[in-house]
Structure formats: structure tokens, C-alpha cells
Nanobody, 116 residues
Framework: QVQLVESGGGLVQAGGSLRLSCAAS????????MGWYRQALGKQRELVAV???????NYADSVKGRFTISRDNAKSTVYLHMNGLKPEDTAVYYC??????????WGKGTLVTVSS
């Protein structure tokens, strides 16, 4: 079955950096668009960044210039490099895989907490 396993979350001070990873299995990784979403307490889940199967990227305005999404197809892993973290980046971060072939899949999430 499809599994997306996030890691790399934790507690960091404002201005710090983290790298999230999402390891995928059960899908043809290279054919999937991979995305990172986040959900803060009491708020709706929102798109953070997405990278297509061809390597094109798109970011939420709130993270442009601070976050970078990348993928390693050989490792079936997508990354989110987060720099200049702010308290408002505190949320559970979810990995998403989407393709017309196998549909839409979510990981269980990893918590990022940014202290001021």
C-alpha cells in the first residue's frame, strides 16, 4: 500500500532552520507531484510548496524566499528546506503525493514548532 512517512520536525527558535523529509513507498514516485501542506491549530490545511514530476515548483507567498522544496527520485523522497522560520510557521506539516494514475495520498504529518 501507499506510505508517506514524514520526518525532521521539531522545536526551533525563530530564525532557525529545519529540513523535513518525506519517504514514499507503494507509488511510482517519479510520476507523482509531491507537495508539502501545513495545518496550524484551529486553521485549515494550506499548501506550502509543490514540486511536479518534471521538477517545477510553486510556493505559498508566505514562504517564498525562505523555503525550498526538492525531490530525489532515486530515494523516493521529497524534502522541504525551511530557513528563517517564524512563529507563524508553527504547524503540523503533511506530505502529499498526487498523480492521475494512483490518486491522492497523505502522510500522517510532522510537527514543527517555532518559538519566539
Amino acid at each position: 500500500q501507499v506510505q508517506l512517512v514524514e520526518s525532521g520536525g521539531g522545536l526551533v527558535q525563530a530564525g532557525g532552520s529545519l529540513r523535513l523529509s518525506c519517504a514514499a513507498s507503494g507509488i511510482i514516485f517519479s510520476l507523482n507531484a509531491m507537495g508539502w501542506y501545513r495545518q496550524a491549530l484551529g486553521k485549515q490545511r494550506e499548501l506550502v510548496a509543490v514540486i511536479t514530476s518534471g521538477g517545477s515548483t510553486n510556493y505559498a507567498d508566505s514562504v517564498k524566499g525562505r523555503f525550498t522544496i526538492s525531490r530525489d527520485n532515486a530515494k523516493s523522497t521529497v524534502y522541504l528546506h525551511m530557513n528563517g522560520l517564524k512563529p507563524e510557521d508553527t504547524a503540523v506539516y503533511y506530505c502529499n503525493a498526487a498523480s492521475g494514475l494512483t490518486g491522492n495520498h497523505w502522510g500522517k504529518g510532522t510537527l514543527v514548532t517555532v518559538s519566539s
